[in-house]
């Protein structure tokens, strides 16, 4: 079974240097390079089962508008990159996903880009780089 590298992607400039330090990686390793991209998707409880139906119909809108928008152009990018590269547009909690994703991958490392950012709520609540290095069960690589 070939090794597995999650990469997570936005289409941010720091994302991409993710992407292409895990290409390095995936290619010295001849490993399987495996894109997430997480839609931000907050359950809620007080909707209606009409407002329901309309979210779920915007939430399949969305993941075409960034499998177009953000992920396509990537893979374009990358295809001639020689690592066979896997594609994954999820919704859900950012942290939670990428951790599943690994979990479900079986993938060795997770490599996500550092925003830079030192704002108010990222102190007080955490960064997603920060809650990943703690909680991922794998060795997770921070490309600035």
């Not at 990469?7 to 010295?28: C, I, K, Q």
């Not at 990018?77 to 599943?100: D, F, N, P, R, W």
Request: hydrophobic share 45%.
């Amino acid at each position: 079974m070939t090794e597995k590298i999650v990469v997570a992607y936005d289409g941010s400039e720091n994302a991409h240097n993710a992407v292409n330090f895990a290409l390095d990686v995936a290619r010295a390793k001849n490993a399987t390079l495996v894109v997430v991209h997480v839609l931000e998707w907050s359950p809620y409880s007080f909707l209606t089962k009409t407002e329901i139906e309309e979210r779920h119909m915007r939430r399949k809108e969305e993941l075409e508008r960034a499998d177009k928008a953000i992920v396509s152009p990537l893979l374009q990018e990358i295809q001639s990159s020689g690592v066979a590269v896997e594609v994954m547009v999820k919704y859900g909690h950012i942290s939670e996903t990428l951790l599943k994703v690994v979990a479900d991958t079986g993938a060795k490392q997770l490599v996500i880009g550092r925003t830079g950012q030192s704002s108010i709520s990222t102190r007080l609540f955490g960064s997603v780089a920060g809650t990943l290095a703690q909680a991922a069960p794998v060795a997770v690589t921070i490309v600035p």
